[in-house]
């Protein structure tokens, strides 16, 4: 990992980055989304509602090198809640760095902090690289996700 990465929550002047990041994390699995979409989830993350998103950014030599997106929510088999870990993305040239890695401990680290213990989070099967990097640190379960047409 560069000795300079820093892991902190976003900030309002990070949206032009964070904006572009985004972008580019939605190009890799193939969607787009309209601009009022970017426009109310960067809302929603400055936010304090706890039913909204948080973000976690990863910054190298004051640029943003990396995002995650992550929400705490009930879940029926359990008393406390569990994190959902939606995005994550690092820049082609933060990749390999432990940047990733980063952002699912700061994750793992917030989860702790509200007494959350289940993170997780979903990836499409052709993710090889990223996969190699869950596999180190979570668990892979049998859940097939289905969802409506």
Known sequence: MPDTVSIR???PQDRAAWSEMW???LAFYETTVPDDIYDSTFA???GDDPQD???FVAEV???LVGLTHYLFHRH???AENVCYLQDLYARPQARGTGVGRALIEAVYAEADRQGTPTV???TQEFNTTARRL???IAKVTPFIKYQRP
Do not use: G, S
């Open 23 to 25: 972008q580019d994390y």
């Open 76 to 78: 029926a088999w359990k």
């Open 53 to 55: 998103f948080n973000c």
């Open 120 to 122: 997780y989070w979903l």
């Open 9 to 11: 929550p976003l900030r």
């Open 134 to 136: 869950y596999d180190r």
């Open 44 to 46: 929603r993350l400055l």
């Open 61 to 63: 030599d004051r640029q």
